[in-house]
């Protein structure tokens, strides 16, 4: 992956074809949480800065959404690692595309991974070039993430309170919509994803959304690793 031919920029642009629309959305959402990190006062340098290095879209927007003074770094982080668990599942799905590259690259795939270019990885996963399609997928998704942000903080107030809080339920909302890709596509693995629903449906409403999500995520992985041992 350190020189790309002229077959692989085939491959580059395939994945951005495929990852265009979602790019977009990535952005207008880079945009609200730019847009939110001004409101709470959060310096444009600082949003964009965080954006970057955690690349993060509904964790951050449910951290900003608790953001206040002084700032309450056990809520936060408990609120982020929530709506973040779902990566976990994610992430061990991916892991057959992960072993066979270097450490660094690993790691690179591993902070880039994101719901959409996870998405269209999956659905191509039998490509011999998976990898560099994903990375190309996820770079686009990357690159349009920090435009956003960088647009949104100078557009403070864009979008009300009631709108933002809703938004930091975004790992919820994100398990639903993987759910429902698999229904309709074979994008993946579907007993882990089936077996995360079940989970979640059943104990949300007895531990609360966010720990159900957090159960559910837990249960997915395990279904995960033991069925990729049963086919290993």
Same mark, same amino acid.
């Given at each position: 992956m350190t020189h790309v031919t002229g077959g692989a920029w085939t491959t580059v642009a395939a994945s951005w074809r495929a990852t265009t629309g979602f790019a977009i959305g990535g952005a207008i959402f880079g945009l609200m949480l730019g847009s939110a990190a001004a409101v709470k006062g959060i310096p444009p340098g600082q949003t964009i800065v965080a954006g970057g290095a955690m690349y993060a879209g509904a964790a951050q927007l449910a951290a900003v959404s608790q953001w206040a003074l002084p700032i309450p770094f056990l809520a936060l982080a408990l609120s982020t690692a929530m709506v973040s668990s779902r990566n976990v599942l994610m992430g061990v799905t991916m892991s057959p595309i992960f072993r066979p590259?270097?450490?660094?690259?690993? !790691?690179?795939?591993?902070? !880039?991974?994101?719901?959409?270019?996870w998405a269209i990885t999956m659905k191509e996963r039998q490509r011999p070039d998976i990898a560099l399609y994903y990375f190309a997928s996820t770079g686009l998704m990357y690159a349009t993430w920090i435009v956003g942000i960088s647009v949104?903080?100078? !557009?403070?107030?864009?979008?009300?309170?009631?709108?933002?809080?809703? !938004?930091?339920?975004?790992?919820?909302?994100?398990?639903?919509?993987?759910?429902?890709?698999?229904?309709?596509?074979?994008?993946?693995?579907?007993?882990p994803w089936i077996g995360a629903a079940c989970t979640s449906a059943l104990l949300a409403p007895e531990i609360g959304t966010s720990w159900g999500l957090v159960a559910s995520v837990g249960v997915g992985a395990v279904i995960a690793v033991v069925a990729g041992r049963r086919h290993g």
């Amino acid at each position: 992956m350190t020189h790309v031919t002229g077959g692989a920029w085939t491959t580059v642009a395939a994945s951005w074809r495929a990852t265009t629309g979602f790019a977009i959305g990535g952005a207008i959402f880079g945009l609200m949480l730019g847009s939110a990190a001004a409101v709470k006062g959060i310096p444009p340098g600082q949003t964009i800065v965080a954006g970057g290095a955690m690349y993060a879209g509904a964790a951050q927007l449910a951290a900003v959404s608790q953001w206040a003074l002084p700032i309450p770094f056990l809520a936060l982080a408990l609120s982020t690692a929530m709506v973040s668990s779902r990566n976990v599942l994610m992430g061990v799905t991916m892991s057959p595309i992960f072993r066979p590259l270097p450490w660094y690259w690993r !790691l690179l795939g591993i902070f !880039l991974l994101v719901d959409a270019a996870w998405a269209i990885t999956m659905k191509e996963r039998q490509r011999p070039d998976i990898a560099l399609y994903y990375f190309a997928s996820t770079g686009l998704m990357y690159a349009t993430w920090i435009v956003g942000i960088s647009v949104g903080v100078a !557009l403070p107030d864009l979008f009300d309170r009631v709108t933002l809080e809703a !938004l930091s339920f975004g790992g919820v909302i994100f398990l639903s919509l993987i759910v429902a890709m698999l229904s309709r596509n074979r994008v993946g693995p579907r007993l882990p994803w089936i077996g995360a629903a079940c989970t979640s449906a059943l104990l949300a409403p007895e531990i609360g959304t966010s720990w159900g999500l957090v159960a559910s995520v837990g249960v997915g992985a395990v279904i995960a690793v033991v069925a990729g041992r049963r086919h290993g």
